[in-house]
C-alpha cells in the first residue's frame, strides 16, 4: 500500500476563509460568496497572459509545420481538454485528429469517476502513445494541483520524443511547470469548497484552454477579423452565419452570398474571395492555395 501524501501545501486543496460557515448561510448569500470569487478568476488569467501567448505562438508553429495539438489531464481537467478538443472540428473546419484531448479512464471517465488511474504516470504515457502521438506534436498538460501523475507521466514521455511540451496548473511553482516547455500558472487561491477545483480552477482551465485553441486556429488564418470563416455550414443555424459573413466579407447581398456558398462546395472562404473577387471556384481555391489558406492574404 502506498504511503500517505500530504497535499495541504497546495493553494487549490486549502480552506478558503471567504467561504466559511458556507452551509449556515442564505442561500442568496451562499451565491454571493461563490460569484464574488468567480471575478477573481479572469484576474488571475490576466496575470498568466504572457505565458499562454507563448504557449500559442509554440503550437501554432507546430500545427503549421504539420503538427498536432493533444491535451491531457484526469477528473475535471481532462474532461475540459476532451470539451475544447471536440469543438475544434465544428467551429473551425479542421480535421477531428487536429486537436484531441486524453483523458485518464478513456471515455468512460467523461461521464463517470474513475479515480484510481490518476495516480499512475505511466498510464499517461501509454495512453499518448496509443493515441499516436508524434514528435512534431504538440502535447499540453492540464492538472489544477499541478502534479497529477498521469499528467506527469504523459508530458515527459513526450518530452523524451523531443516533442514540445505545455502545461496548464493552478498553483504556483508546480511540478507541472518543471517539466514542460512552456508553463502556464493560473493561481486561482483556495476554492469556495475546499479542494473542489471543478470550480474556480475549472473555470480558469477553461478560460485558458479557449485562448489556447481560439489563439492557435487565428495563427492558421481560419478566422478573419472576428468571424469564423472556416465554420463548417452543416445546419440551417451555420448556413445562415455562413451566408451572413460572405455579405459581411465579401460585401453583397444575402441572394448573393447563398449562391457563392452553394457554387464554392459549401467553402467559405472560397465563397467569400469568389464574390468579392468576381473570380471563378477554380481560381478562387488557387489564390487561396498560394496564401497558405489565409484569407487576410488574398483579399486584404
Request: net charge negative.
Amino acid at each position: 500500500m502506498q504511503p500517505p501524501i500530504d497535499l495541504s501545501h497546495l493553494t487549490t486543496e486549502q480552506r478558503n476563509p471567504r467561504s466559511h460557515g458556507l452551509d449556515a448561510m442564505p442561500t442568496v448569500e451562499m451565491l454571493r460568496v461563490f460569484n464574488e470569487e468567480d471575478r477573481t478568476v479572469a484576474e488571475a488569467v490576466a496575470r498568466a497572459l504572457p505565458a499562454v501567448a507563448a504557449l500559442v505562438d509554440a503550437a501554432a508553429e507546430a500545427l503549421a509545420a504539420g503538427g498536432r495539438l493533444f491535451y491531457i489531464g484526469a477528473g475535471t481537467s481532462g474532461r475540459l481538454g476532451v470539451l475544447d478538443a471536440s469543438e475544434c472540428p465544428p467551429t473551425f473546419n479542421v480535421p477531428e485528429d487536429l486537436v484531441t484531448g486524453l483523458i485518464a479512464g478513456g471515455d468512460h471517465a467523461l461521464r463517470h469517476a474513475v479515480e484510481g488511474v490518476e495516480d499512475r504516470p505511466e498510464e499517461g504515457a501509454a495512453d499518448l502513445e496509443r493515441a499516436g502521438f508524434r514528435p512534431r506534436d504538440f502535447l499540453v498538460g492540464i492538472a489544477a494541483s499541478g502534479r497529477t501523475p498521469y499528467v506527469l507521466g504523459a508530458v515527459d514521455r513526450a518530452a523524451a520524443m523531443g516533442a514540445p511540451t505545455g502545461g496548464i496548473s493552478c498553483c504556483e511553482n508546480a511540478e507541472l511547470s518543471g517539466r514542460v516547455r512552456y508553463p502556464v500558472e493560473v493561481v486561482t487561491g483556495p476554492e469556495v469548497i475546499a479542494g473542489s477545483t471543478r470550480l474556480k480552477a475549472g473555470t480558469a482551465t477553461k478560460m485558458v484552454l479557449n485562448m489556447i485553441s481560439s489563439g492557435v486556429m487565428v495563427r492558421l488564418g481560419l478566422v478573419y477579423s472576428n468571424l469564423m470563416v472556416n465554420v463548417q455550414p452543416r445546419n440551417a443555424k451555420l448556413v445562415d452565419r455562413a451566408q451572413r459573413i460572405i455579405m459581411e466579407v465579401a460585401q453583397v447581398e444575402r441572394e448573393r452570398a447563398a449562391r457563392a456558398l452553394e457554387e464554392s462546395g459549401m467553402d467559405v472562404r472560397r465563397a467569400i474571395v469568389m464574390a468579392r473577387l468576381g473570380v471563378g471556384r477554380d481560381e478562387a481555391e488557387q489564390l487561396l492555395a498560394r496564401a497558405g489558406g489565409r484569407l487576410r492574404a488574398v483579399i486584404g
